[in-house]
């Protein structure tokens, strides 16, 4: 076997190990896999990892211009939930979109002032199919509008479907400014996958490339 050989061989090992021991801990992390700061907009940041995902982190670092929006996979509409409940210290608001970036459910903070740590959590009520939808995080006063104005209505604090004159329409936007500190968060989920099941195909490749040069080797 030649040194080049090994030399893919190993990188190949060493890399799927490493992302599969990322991804074994079923978390995406904004920095740490996403690579810094999630965009406002869908698609965001384009989840990738194997089996279940169950914990989102990250970071408003400017509530007055940052929301982050993820990309993920609902599995198990009727088992699935979102929430920054025990996970956040910081006043959040949660949305999610379909895959036309149309409304489905939010929860959120208060609007007009500093809140006291608002947690929301979003559950399977308005989910109407597995597949892919975008998940936001804000925090108050931070809204999600369409060209027609904002797509839920403030009033009231409980999860509900888009009832805002701005529902009809994709989101495009958000409202500023936010309030409050910088913070972390992080979102709990079930029923929810990666968008992209990347490292079981890099798996497949692994296991390939092995075959491939044990069978160079025995020649
Ligand atoms: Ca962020
Ligand atoms: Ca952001």
């Given at each position: 076997?030649?040194?080049?050989?090994?030399?893919?061989?190993?990188?190949t090992?060493?890399?799927?190990?490493?992302?599969?021991?990322?991804?074994?801990?079923?978390?995406?992390d904004?920095?740490?896999?996403?690579?810094?700061?999630?965009?406002?907009?869908?698609?965001?940041?384009?989840t990738?990892?194997?089996?279940?995902?169950?914990?989102?982190?990250?970071?408003?670092?400017?509530?007055?211009?940052?929301?982050?929006?993820?990309?993920?996979?609902?599995?198990?509409?009727?088992?699935?939930?979102?929430?920054?409940?025990?996970?956040?210290?910081?006043?959040?608001?949660?949305?999610?979109?379909?895959?036309?970036?149309?409304?489905?459910?939010?929860?959120?903070?208060?609007?007009?002032?500093?809140?006291?740590?608002?947690?929301?959590?979003?559950?399977?009520?308005?989910?109407?199919?597995?597949?892919?939808?975008?998940?936001a995080?804000?925090?108050?006063?931070?809204?999600?509008?369409?060209?027609?104005?904002?797509?839920?209505?403030?009033?009231?604090?409980?999860?509900?479907?888009?009832?805002?004159?701005?529902?009809?329409?994709?989101?495009?936007?958000?409202?500023?400014?936010?309030?409050?500190?910088?913070?972390?968060?992080?979102?709990?989920?079930?029923?929810?996958?990666?968008?992209?099941?990347?490292?079981?195909?890099?798996?497949?490749?692994?296991?390939?490339?092995?075959?491939?040069?044990?069978?160079?080797?025995?020649?």
């Amino acid at each position: 076997m030649q040194r080049s050989q090994w030399s893919c061989l190993l990188s190949t090992v060493v890399f799927t190990g490493l992302f599969s021991s990322i991804a074994s801990a079923q978390l995406w992390d904004e920095s740490l896999q996403g690579g810094g700061d999630a965009p406002a907009l869908p698609p965001g940041q384009i989840t990738a990892g194997q089996g279940p995902l169950l914990t989102i982190s990250g970071t408003i670092s400017n509530p007055d211009s940052d929301p982050d929006v993820y990309c993920i996979r609902i599995t198990d509409p009727a088992s699935f939930s979102a929430t920054t409940v025990g996970s956040a210290a910081v006043d959040l608001s949660l949305w999610l979109f379909d895959s036309a970036m149309l409304g489905v459910s939010h929860d959120g903070a208060i609007d007009s002032s500093p809140g006291t740590g608002y947690q929301a959590s979003l559950s399977s009520a308005f989910v109407p199919a597995p597949g892919i939808y975008f998940l936001a995080v804000s925090r108050g006063g931070v809204d999600a509008v369409s060209t027609g104005g904002e797509i839920w209505a403030d009033l009231p604090f409980v999860e509900r479907a888009p009832d805002g004159p701005g529902a009809p329409g994709p989101v495009v936007g958000w409202t500023f400014p936010g309030y409050g500190a910088p913070g972390a968060y992080a979102i709990q989920l079930s029923g929810a996958a990666y968008h992209v099941p990347e490292p079981a195909s890099l798996t497949l490749i692994t296991v390939g490339m092995i075959g491939l040069l044990a069978r160079r080797f025995r020649r």
